[in-house]
């Protein structure tokens, strides 16, 4: 199970790490002029695979919360961390490249967007922290509410931010 959970993290560091590759080496091509649209289009794909991975570990959590009713605390505590600790990080790339896109645009709006569905996954991996420390059956089903609700707006907001970017 540790294995796993490196392993994980390790994949997340890696498309981390690809996704500024790439934002580098983009923003170096253009001379720092504007990205092209199939360049921005990828970044922001490249965004939201790293947030749809993270989206799975959050549900992973969700399913051994839900199959054990008093599961390692933890462990899930520690998987918690690292996933907070990737969008955190997520975050923080996301920022910087909001700085490079014009203030009104399509681009503000796709990132924008990435960030709506980032804030969900986290809000959904709030809920998730709240849930494995619950003992009464009316909190939890009160929390998993809260969370699958979390979780359907992203993936809502997901496809709305994909069929745009498929406009784009």
């Not at 092209?36 to 749809?52: C, R």
């Not at 390692?72 to 918690?80: K, N, S, T």
């Not at 420390?133 to 993936?155: H, Y």
């Amino acid at each position: 199970m540790n294995s796993i959970n490196k392993s994980k993290a390790l994949v997340s560091f890696v498309l981390s790490i690809a996704i500024l590759f790439t934002f580098s080496l983009s923003a170096t091509d253009t001379n720092d002029t504007m990205l092209s649209d199939a360049q921005h289009k990828q970044i922001i794909q490249q965004f939201l695979s790293e947030i749809t991975f993270l989206q799975r570990q959050v549900f992973d959590i969700a399913q051994s919360a839900l199959r054990d009713p008093s599961p390692d605390d933890r462990q899930l505590e520690i998987r918690i961390n690292l996933i907070n600790n990737n969008i955190e990080r997520l975050n923080a790339v996301i920022q910087e490249y909001l700085a490079t896109v014009p203030g009104v645009s399509a681009r503000n709006r796709h990132v924008l967007l990435t960030f709506n569905v980032l804030n969900l996954v986290k809000s959904s991996l709030y809920t998730l922290s709240l849930l494995i420390r619950t003992t009464t059956d009316a909190e939890r089903i009160a929390l998993l509410d809260e969370f699958f609700n979390a979780r359907v707006t992203a993936l809502d907001t997901l496809a709305i931010l994909e069929d745009l970017l498929n406009r784009f």
